[in-house]
């Protein structure tokens, strides 16, 4: 059984920044895909960031492209999103999830769907 723990959400302010942290129990996240998604109230959850099984490629939604940073520590079994110069419409639940279905996957999908097991989520509030 794997079970991941989002933490690191809050109330910031627009240009201010957040890291959040997911820590998996029962899996380790090397070699397999793990990515953030989001949710904001009333909309569907989408894709955020991803970082590859294979060798850490990273991959980005266009609306986070340049500001978060998807990162793994193998040694703490950690993936980070580092985000930075955050806005309101970054408001909602971040998740992580793993792709357990994608060993050494060089590619991350997007979609929901491919990740089987996901944290409970922490929520991101930016206020303008």
């Known amino acids: 059984q794997v079970q991941l723990v989002e933490s690191g959400g809050g109330l910031v302010q627009a240009g201010d920044s957040l890291r959040l942290s997911c820590t998996a129990s029962g899996r380790t996240f090397s070699n397999y895909p793990v990515a953030w998604f989001r949710q904001a109230p009333e909309k569907e959850r989408e894709f955020a960031a991803g970082?590859?099984?294979?060798?850490?490629?990273?991959y980005y939604a266009d609306s986070v492209k340049g500001r978060f940073t998807i990162s793994l520590d193998n040694a703490k079994n950690t993936v980070y999103l580092q985000m930075n110069s955050l806005k309101p419409e970054d408001t909602a639940i971040y998740y992580c999830?793993?792709?357990?279905?994608?060993?050494?996957?060089?590619?991350?999908?997007?979609?929901?769907?491919?990740?089987?097991?996901w944290g409970q989520g922490t929520q991101v509030t930016v206020s303008s």
């Open positions: 999830a793993i792709d357990v279905n994608r060993h050494l996957s060089s590619s991350v999908s997007v979609s929901r769907g491919a990740y089987e097991y």
């Open positions: 970082i590859s099984g294979s060798g850490g490629n990273t």
